[in-house]
């Protein structure tokens, strides 16, 4: 535990960053990689949560002509197969792993049960989080905000294709400017959207730092929970 800066974390984890080159469905090379890096963090005795998206799959936002709940709820069910799929990775590393989903499937998951997830925590398994927070209209990002207030976790590690908070999409503006340190206000006052801003606002609320960072190279995960200093921070 000396080599770690947090005792419990959330980790969020984009379905884009399963998909590797692809784009699209898992790619195992990628998933075993960020599995390795997981099981080194839990060997150094930090206890994790795991939120996956299910973008690798399906993008409710980018559907059209669909209903919007229902489009939400087939993302929701996305989520539900990246979770088992790094479920899977996870064991067969020997590491006990639980999934809870916010929609019961009692045949494949637990429901999620915010205590039954503690004590999941403190017994040294990782529990991984699905379906998002059960409700259409809320990402993924803010499913992660809101499991890693209710877990108490002590920060929020969003692992994402792009490798921190920029001014503008560094995608479409090649002198877009990566911020190392903002505060949550200013993320709501200009939108910046790498993280859900929702999801800022309730992290802001309840006091929870967030890093933003590249889950490329896949050890940034281990860089991010001894507390280097990668990414975009987002505090008060």
Not at 29 to 43: A, F, N, P, Q, T
Not at 130 to 146: E, K, Q, R, V
Not at 216 to 230: D, S, Y
Request: with cysteine; net charge neutral.
């Amino acid at each position: 535990m000396s080599k770690c800066k947090y005792k419990r974390v959330m980790f969020k984890i984009s379905g884009e960053a399963l998909a590797g080159k692809n784009g699209m469905g898992i790619d195992p090379v990628i998933l075993g990689e960020i599995s390795d890096r997981l099981k080194e963090v839990y060997e150094m005795g930090v206890e994790i949560g795991i939120v996956v998206g299910g973008g690798n799959f399906w993008r409710g936002r980018s559907s059209k002509g669909m209903d919007r709940t229902t489009a939400d709820h087939m993302g929701m069910l996305a989520t539900v197969l990246n979770s088992l799929a790094m479920q899977d990775a996870l064991e067969s590393r020997g590491i006990p792993v639980r999934v809870q989903t916010a929609i019961e499937m009692r045949q494949i998951a637990e429901p999620y049960i915010r205590r039954r997830a503690i004590r999941h925590l403190e017994k040294g398994r990782i529990v991984i989080f699905a379906c998002g927070t059960g409700n259409p209209y809320f990402s993924t990002d803010t499913a992660a905000a809101l499991r890693a207030a209710e877990i108490e976790a002590e920060i929020l590690l969003c692992a994402k294709n792009v490798d921190g908070v920029y001014d503008k999409d560094p995608g479409k503006y090649p002198d877009a400017v990566k911020y190392d340190k903002i505060p949550y206000g200013d993320v709501l006052k200009d939108q910046l959207t790498a993280l859900d801003l929702s999801a800022t606002s309730l992290c802001m609320e309840n006091n929870i730092p967030v890093a933003v960072f590249g889950i490329n190279p896949p050890e940034n995960i281990i860089r991010i929970v001894k507390g280097e200093h990668i990414g975009t921070i987002i505090t008060k």
